[in-house]
């Protein structure tokens, strides 16, 4: 299993309708790719020095085809739809996290 990992910091100025984007458009855009399994949206519980409110989207997929796949065929556009709209008002990193191995708590 495969996450592509964006996390982004979001200028409190446009946090609103940026979230409401991502849960409600962008998400849900890349899903339809049909390349990943699932997303969470999550916030990250840190105060960042610069401000803001940071969030990491992940997106999971099976294997690395399907992510090169993404890359060369629908991130470009789907990027270019956010710095459309949110400019400079965002600050976005991408990393890739290969799962190695899920562990699971067991009630005895």
Same mark, same amino acid.
């Given at each position: ?13 446009i946090h609103t309708d940026w ?6 458009k962008h998400i849900s855009d890349?899903?339809?790719?049909? +390349? =990943?399994?699932?997303?969470? &949206? ?5 105060? /960042?020095? #610069? ?28 990027r270019q739809e956010g710095l459309? +709209? =949110?400019?400079?008002?965002? &600050? ?5 996290? /290969?799962? #190695? ?8």
């Amino acid at each position: 299993m495969i996450i592509y990992n964006v996390t982004v910091n979001v200028d409190e100025s446009i946090h609103t309708d940026w979230l409401n984007w991502m849960q409600n458009k962008h998400i849900s855009d890349v899903l339809k790719t049909g +390349l =990943f399994i699932k997303a969470k &949206l999550v916030k990250v519980m840190v105060e /960042e020095e #610069m401000g803001g409110t940071t969030y990491a989207a992940q997106y999971f997929t099976d294997s690395r085809a399907k992510l090169e796949d993404y890359y060369l065929n629908h991130a470009p556009r789907l990027r270019q739809e956010g710095l459309a +709209l =949110f400019a400079d008002k965002m &600050l976005a990193f991408r990393t890739e996290l /290969e799962v #190695m191995d899920e562990f699971y708590h067991i009630e005895n």
